[in-house]
């Protein structure tokens, strides 16, 4: 949840709001509770009835030093005690400052910047009122403003020829401008007869017509040794006055109403102669950095026409015969080189082909001489078991041919008693056996056997044959035989 | 003082100028050239002057002006 706050948080937050609202305020009231520890900060509190503020004036806001420590110059009426050291309890005081808030106590508080007792208060209600009145009349109009002289040649300045402000002012400007002519219009700023001397001192540097600006400065002071600057008479002379004036009046807080006509209204009269002119060491910058620019414009301009120039000669150059020859050289030699470097690389590939070739070649061959080696081995072991094998085949042979003739002997033996009976059965089929018993065998001219009696025909001889012997006849007649007697004919 | 001379500001605008025309790079050689010796001498013109610058503080009086020294009148009063 954001709602909840640390209390850093918080205090921050009071811090910001308060600091950012009142920023700065001048505040009236009794002094009490007053304490000035060692430290030299002076702390009190402003009273009003019941209402009390809790105030802090720090040491280095306490301004009793003979220079203003912000701006360097040097106090008009030498160094001067500060209210802090001199202010008493049930003084009523206008302090000016801003409200701040002290985490640490956990309370709000004015950091004083300045006091003043309050009779000055009245002052301030006359400032205020002047200040409402010539406003109103138009005198603080910015259109109205001019605008001052750049680089100014010549330049009045008016104030006080042995204060601490036209030292100032000599001392800044003498390191700025281009060298201008300052006339110091003599002139007492602070005291009574001071505003109408600044008046004369205006009209008189008007009405001479020299000054490009005019210069209105003097030091820092206390709110009533620059009173003059708050009076009427001096507004309206520099309002009236023809030539721009820029004032530098060394205030510790507000402008004064001489501020609030001037066309220009610097811090102090050191500001005012920074306002003036530049420093000159700025102004050799700008020389510097000009001339730097300038050589390298220039550079850059002959560097382009270098360059063009170069791209034509070299464009020339690059048509010349001589030019295309070396050009024709570069290439025969380029390629020459290519060729050169593609044969070798042909002949190195070639090479390793060949190693490579050779290297499997023994490989095969160690692999052939394991192979016939191998050979010789199996020959020799063949070899051996070839003739062991031819021996026992012999022994076979010789054992065998041992065994043949009784065998053979006995085969015979058996084959003569089958010989006998197939003499036997072979007498018994022989075709003449029959015509022993008395049958006959009838044959053609030809000697072929006539088995029907179709095979000849009268006329024709036939021969019969016997067991002892042949007869040799004529056929007279054929007489096939009936069916019923064939058997007879048989 | 108020020469046909061209001020120190007059020099700068010139120097401003010159630079920018060159750098704009369209300008034959020997006009380039011519630019650039200008501008050196306004450069050069430029920081004579401020070498040289010095102001002349010179005290009003009733009658005229005399020369001024903030030194030599401190803290008469």
């Known amino acids: 949840m954001d709602a909840i706050l640390s209390v850093r948080q918080v205090t921050e937050r009071l811090r910001q709001a308060v600091e950012s609202r009142f920023p700065y305020v001048w505040v009236q009231g009794e002094v009490t509770n007053l304490s000035r520890p060692s430290s030299g900060h002076v702390y009190f509190s402003l009273k009003e009835d019941d209402c009390l503020l809790n105030c802090v004036w720090f040491k280095r806001q306490q301004k009793d030093e003979t220079f203003d420590p912000l701006t360097g110059e040097v106090w008009e009426d030498g160094p001067r005690p500060s209210l802090a050291r001199v202010m008493e309890n049930g003084q009523t005081l206008i302090c000016a400052g801003r409200l701040t808030v002290y985490g640490a106590r956990g309370q709000y508080q004015m950091v004083v910047e300045l006091a003043q007792t309050a009779g000055l208060g009245l002052w301030h209600q006359e400032f205020e009122a002047l200040k409402r009145k010539l406003a109103a009349e138009g005198l603080f109009d910015q259109a109205r403003k001019r605008p001052l002289p750049r680089e100014p040649r010549r330049v009045a300045v008016i104030t006080a020829p042995n204060g601490a402000a036209i030292r100032d002012f000599i001392r800044i400007s003498s390191t700025r401008g281009l060298g201008a002519e300052i006339r110091v219009y003599p002139t007492p700023v602070q005291g009574e007869d001071a505003p109408p001397r600044i008046v004369d001192a205006l009209k008189r540097a008007g009405d001479d017509a020299w000054a490009e600006v005019i210069a209105l400065i003097r030091g820092g002071g206390s709110v009533q040794d620059l009173w003059a600057f708050n009076d009427e008479r001096v507004a309206r002379a520099v309002y009236r006055c023809p030539i721009p004036v820029l004032t530098g009046i060394g205030h510790e807080i507000d402008h004064s109403i001489t501020d609030f006509t001037a066309d220009y209204a610097a811090a102090t009269p050191s500001h005012a102669a920074q306002i003036l002119w530049q420093e000159r060491s700025v102004l050799e910058q700008r020389i510097d950095g000009l001339e730097i620019a300038l050589r390298n414009a220039s550079l850059r301009r002959q560097d382009t026409l270098a360059l063009r120039l170069e791209h034509v000669s070299r464009a020339l150059a690059l048509l010349s015969p001589l030019a295309r020859l070396r050009h024709q050289r570069e290439t025969l030699n380029a390629l020459t080189g290519r060729l050169r470097a593609a044969l070798e690389r042909r002949i190195e590939r070639d090479f390793r082909a060949v190693e490579r070739l050779s290297d499997a070649m023994r490989e095969k061959n160690a692999r052939l001489e394991s192979r016939s080696a191998e050979l010789e081995r199996l020959a020799l072991r063949l070899a051996g078991a070839g003739e062991a094998r031819l021996r026992r085949a012999n022994a076979d042979v010789e054992r065998a041919q041992a065994a043949l003739p009784p065998l053979g002997r006995l085969v015979g033996l058996a084959q003569e008693s089958a010989l006998t009976r197939l003499e036997l059965r072979l007498q018994a089929l022989d075709p003449f056996e029959p015509l022993r018993r008395g049958y006959a065998m009838a044959c053609d001219e030809r000697g072929d056997i006539l088995r029907s009696v179709a095979q000849t025909s009268p006329g024709r001889s036939v021969s019969v044959l016997l067991a002892d012997g042949r007869i040799l006849a004529d056929v007279t007649g054929v007489e096939p035989s009936r069916p019923d007697d064939k058997n007879a004919s048989t | ?77």
């Open chain 2, 1 to 77: 003082m108020k020469k046909k001379e061209p001020t120190f500001e007059e020099r700068l605008a010139r120097l401003q100028a010159i630079v920018t025309a060159l750098e704009a790079g369209d300008s034959p050689l020997e006009e380039s050239v011519a630019l650039y010796k200008e501008g050196l001498a306004h450069a050069a013109a430029c920081r004579e002057q401020l070498e040289k610058a010095r102001h002349d503080i010179r005290l009003c009086t009733e009658t005229g002006t005399e020369p001024f020294d903030a030194g030599a009148q401190e803290e008469d009063e």
